[in-house]
């Protein structure tokens, strides 16, 4: 059963961009599942223990953060090519990274529905419901009291709008996964959390409206990718033969780990990224240990996949 679990920010957000800058600057207006998970994962981990092992062998699929504003949620474009219905409005399609329901169900089916350029339009102002901004920061050297200059990005959410995901789970497993961010929401999500980054609170919705309903329960030959996806070894085999259009999402960074009291860098992987396209649903996927040697316990990053089917044949055929 879907769930739709609505993120208010009450300070700035700091996600490091997919592309690194030369410092902290570059920043994203949302959170790959794989950042989300971790965090909650370390939230719980950090402040009630007794719940770490009922998250860690749960069953539950879980979308990547994504932007929403007053009622319209937004879902990552399909990276396949443009459905023949929307040839004539190429330009727009291709000036946006995101669809809200109403356009990403046309594209999901191939279908272009009444009203869709209002809904197209409506998802080339997802970009407007956050503004970044780069901020001058100092540090001082624990010795010698030096100076440093540097930049820090921070992304600030206007009135209305937050991010969101969807997470697939029975209730119990959803009251768990709220019970953990009751937590992080009140230590942040992202970076700079000791000036007050990343928190936030957040309400439970229901994803039974018509709208999430027949995004979920659309039928097609292809599926689209939701969340990050790290592939089992099985998985990978055939892959290159499934995949009709993919971006692949460098993971890297640094993880802390209370009993040192220090960070250590993580080693470095690669997953498929949202909007990526297969003729074969995604089912699978696994959480990757990339905790590096003399860790003193592991460095999960969610590897799972979410995906939705898309309707590729009926593409072709109009």
């Known amino acids: ?43 719980v981990a950090e402040e009630k223990p007794s719940l770490l092992d009922k998250l860690l062998n749960a069953d539950f699929r879980m979308t990547s953060c994504f932007p929403w504003s007053g009622e319209n949620y937004y879902l990552p474009r399909p ?56 901020r ?19 992304v600030y959410f206007k009135s209305g709008s937050g991010l969101y995901f969807v997470l697939d789970a029975d209730n119990g497993v959803v009251d768990r996964v709220a019970e953990g961010l009751e937590i992080l929401g009140r230590l942040g999500l992202g970076g700079r959390r000791s000036t007050g980054g990343g928190r936030f609170r957040f309400e439970q919705l229901s994803a039974e409206d018509s709208e999430w309903r027949r995004i979920r329960n659309a039928e097609g030959d292809a599926s689209t990718l939701l969340s990050l996806w790290y592939p089992t070894a099985q998985e990978k085999r055939g892959l290159t033969d499934d995949s009709v259009a ?5 993971r890297r960074g640094w993880a802390y780990w209370s009993m040192l009291g220090s960070q250590m860098k993580r080693n470095p992987v690669q997953m498929l990224g949202e909007g990526s396209v297969f003729r074969t649903e995604p089912k699978g996927g696994e959480p990757v240990d990339l905790a590096p040697a003399g860790a003193p316990q592991k460095a999960l990053r969610w590897g799972r996949a979410f995906s939705v089917r898309l309707n590729l044949a ?5």
């Not at 001058?136 to 030096?146: E, G, H, Q």
């Open 136 to 154: 001058p920061r100092n540090a001082l050297d624990r010795l010698t009291s030096a100076s440093m200059l540097y930049h820090c990005g921070e």
């Open 1 to 43: 059963m879907w769930h739709i679990l609505k993120l208010t920010l009450t300070g700035p957000l700091h996600v490091g961009h997919d592309i690194a800058g030369v410092g902290i600057e570059n920043v994203q207006p949302w959170a790959h599942s794989d950042t989300l998970y971790s965090a909650l994962i370390s939230a």
């Open 79 to 134: 990276l396949a090519p443009v459905p023949a219905w929307f040839t004539s409005r190429a330009t727009r399609v291709r000036a946006t990274d995101w669809l809200d329901l109403h356009g990403f169900f046309a594209w999901q089916t191939g279908r272009f529905l009444p009203n869709a350029d209002v809904h197209l339009a409506t998802g080339i102002q997802a970009g407007s419901a956050s503004v970044t901004r780069v």
């Open 246 to 250: 993919y971006r692949l999402v460098p």
């Open 314 to 318: 009926g593409w072709e055929e109009q």
